[in-house]
């Protein structure tokens, strides 16, 4: 379908090879069909569907969809919603299989309380929806998992980062993307400066 009405963009999908075509365009459409494959197929509710537009880098229009949620929400660029408080005990997304090591030293500096989770996906709309306040991910991903949830993360007036504070840039010739940190803005310097420490 994105081929069909927006021939002229690039295009890059986790399920497609690559032959770098994209690269020649300032549009591009960043697709992750099955965002927790393994969550996914374990009948779990933590997993979802990307279509980010990234236009010159820039995770700028998305929509996340969480088929397994109880209401079956999509999350997107164009409809923000208000995010709930942050409790005092700030909530910290991680992996439910492997949480990052330095995520892990974070949440001990802050004392903020582990949420496993599955997808990048939901990890980051549980941020939106106040069920965490915090995603970092140092473990290594792709673009495809991060660009529509970064879109709609920045569009719902969240910070979205690299661990070090740079820019997420995206439409790259390696699609490999080392590490994101999802939050709050009130959160993200002591989040980027325990990272530091």
Do not use: F
Not at 16 to 33: E, Y
């Amino acid at each position: 379908a994105l081929r069909e009405q927006r021939a002229d963009d690039g295009l890059l999908s986790e399920e497609m090879a690559c032959d770098g075509a994209r690269l020649q365009h300032s549009r591009v459409w960043i697709v992750d069909p099955v965002d927790g494959t393994r969550e996914y197929g374990e009948a779990r509710a933590d997993w979802a569907v990307h279509v980010g537009l990234a236009i010159n880098g820039v995770p700028t229009i998305g929509a996340v969809a969480l088929p397994g949620h109880e209401d079956g929400i999509v999350l997107r660029t164009d409809q923000p919603r208000a995010i709930p408080p942050a409790p005092e005990k700030l909530r910290m997304v991680v992996s439910r299989t492997r949480p990052a090591p330095q995520a892990v030293a974070v949440a001990e500096a802050l004392g903020a309380e582990l949420v496993p989770m599955g997808s990048a996906g939901a990890k980051a709309m549980a941020v939106i929806l106040g069920q965490a306040d915090i995603y970092l991910h140092a473990g290594g991903q792709y673009e495809w998992d991060s660009c529509a949830p970064a879109a709609v993360a920045l569009a719902h007036g969240l910070h979205a980062s690299r661990i070090d504070g740079s820019p997420l840039t995206y439409n790259q010739q390696d699609t490999y993307m080392p590490d994101l940190l999802i939050c709050r803005h009130e959160h993200a310097d002591s989040v980027l400066g325990a990272l530091k420490g």
